[in-house]
């Protein structure tokens, strides 16, 4: 069995690889019925260079080969807003490969060593926005749009091996009887002191940028995240342009000054057969039988620290529900950090019940372990 490091500067082997990365990412859900390819092409962007994360990221990805055939994929890598962290990145398997596993975690505890880096990371793939979390149950049922989705093995692979292990939650609401757990006179009142609007893609970098702000603000002390370049989210905006209608993207005022958001959608794996991905068929059936989707998912939310436990975000959920009512079934929240009381607890009220359960594993390399680290930035 033998690690690759693939080489860019290796041109055309290198372009060969990067097909056998993403074919073999395709390769290891084959035959499975709730899979949908969700990150291949943010992938091949990341692979080939071409994405704006990697303009401030070092990465390395990684083709564990048996006698030709291709066991095991990784992509090692470091941002440079999150430089005290390596992280194990958009991993595939193989059934019964602990042998393949072990050489990516042996490479990364070596770069690991030689960058100096206290930490590595399985679950984060460079940003939260591009993945977090191994999915850790209901792995016979359905992947939704924006979730991850992965065989029930490769916790096992890194679970024993990890000092901690984060737990994200999903939860989900049927919506046929839902209603805001708030009295009609609250909700007015609250309505009366927080706007929302929907989203001007017709000026779609000026939204994103707001967008960005909001996120650094809002999400500064989140345990995963690091400050978005504009350029970064703009990328995502555009890349999924025309799936996105106004409404998808709330954004919430006070006194005309933008305070929150909320970012929603239709689940379009329903659209999308086992295996496909997101493309020119998904929108032509997303035009003729968007009507047939039955759930909808609440992606991010967020509103700036003095506005919170104000009864704000209520403002946001009024605004999506007046959007989706009759027309969905369901609705899944995407992952909260189970450490994330705040959240979790309105999760808990308003949601009928917790849904996908998530991990991300902090694994610790052997040259940190009986060291005493001050601090990050010793290193």
Same mark, same amino acid.
């Given at each position: 069995m033998?690690?690759?490091?693939?080489?860019?500067?290796?041109?055309?082997?290198?372009?060969?690889?990067?097909?056998?990365?993403?074919?073999?990412?395709?390769?290891?859900y084959?035959?499975?019925?709730?899979?949908?390819?969700?990150?291949?092409?943010?992938?091949?962007?990341?692979?080939?260079?071409?994405?704006?994360?990697?303009?401030?990221?070092?990465?390395?990805?990684?083709?564990?080969?048996?006698?030709?055939?291709?066991?095991?994929?990784?992509?090692?890598?470091?941002?440079?807003?999150?430089?005290?962290?390596?992280?194990?990145?958009?991993?595939?398997?193989?059934?019964?490969?602990?042998?393949?596993?072990?050489?990516i975690l042996e490479e990364a505890e070596r770069i690991a060593e030689k960058k100096r880096i206290p930490q590595m990371s399985v679950g984060l793939n460079f940003h939260v926005n591009y993945g977090l979390g191994i999915l850790a149950s209901h792995h016979d049922q359905p992947?939704?749009?924006?979730?991850?989705?992965?065989?029930?093995?490769?916790?096992?692979?890194?679970?024993?091996?990890?000092?901690?292990i984060v737990p994200l939650t999903s939860y989900l609401t049927n919506m046929k009887n839902f209603c805001l757990p708030v009295p009609d006179r609250l909700m007015q009142r609250i309505k009366q002191q927080y706007t929302v609007r929907v989203a001007d893609f017709s000026n779609i970098e000026s939204e994103a940028r707001l967008y960005t702000q909001l996120n650094n603000l809002i999400f500064a002390d989140h345990p995963f995240?690091?400050?978005?370049?504009?350029?970064?989210?703009?990328?995502? /905006?555009?890349?999924?342009?025309?799936?996105?209608?106004?409404?998808?993207?709330? /954004?919430?005022?006070?006194?005309?000054?933008?305070?929150?958001?909320?970012?929603?959608?239709?689940?379009?794996?329903?659209?999308?057969?086992?295996?496909?991905?997101?493309?020119?068929?998904?929108?032509l059936k997303n035009f003729f039988q968007g009507s047939k989707i039955r759930r909808f998912k609440i992606v991010e939310l967020g509103v700036l620290p003095p506005y919170q436990k104000t009864g704000a975000v209520l403002s946001l959920f009024e605004a999506c529900h007046s959007f989706t009512k009759g027309r969905y079934d369901w609705c899944e929240a995407g992952w909260i950090l189970e450490e994330n009381i705040a959240s979790t607890g309105f999760g808990k009220r308003w949601a009928d019940e917790p849904y996908k359960k998530y991990q991300v594993y902090l694994l610790q390399p052997p040259w940190v372990q009986g060291k005493e680290l001050a601090h990050v930035s010793d290193l």
């Open positions: 033998e690690l690759i490091r693939m080489n860019p500067k290796e041109k055309i082997t290198y372009k060969t690889q990067v097909q056998q990365y993403l074919h073999f990412c395709r390769r290891v084959d035959g499975n019925v709730h899979y949908r390819d969700a990150l291949s092409q943010v992938l091949r962007s990341i692979l080939l260079g071409k994405a704006a994360i990697c303009q401030g990221s070092w990465f390395q990805p990684l083709l564990v080969i048996d006698r030709g055939v291709v066991k095991a994929v990784c992509t090692l890598a470091v941002v440079d807003r999150l430089d005290h962290l390596l992280q194990i990145t958009y991993f595939e398997a193989l059934p019964h490969q602990q042998q393949a596993v072990d050489l992947q939704s749009f924006g979730s991850a989705y992965h065989p029930a093995e490769y916790g096992d692979y890194f679970r024993p091996r990890a000092t901690e995240y690091f400050e978005r370049r504009i350029q970064e989210d703009l990328e995502l /905006f555009k890349s999924f342009r025309l799936f996105l209608k106004p409404e998808h993207l709330l /954004f919430l005022e006070y006194k005309d000054k933008p305070i929150g958001f909320m970012l929603w959608y239709p689940d379009f794996n329903e659209l999308i057969p086992p295996g496909g991905s997101l493309g020119l068929t998904t929108l």
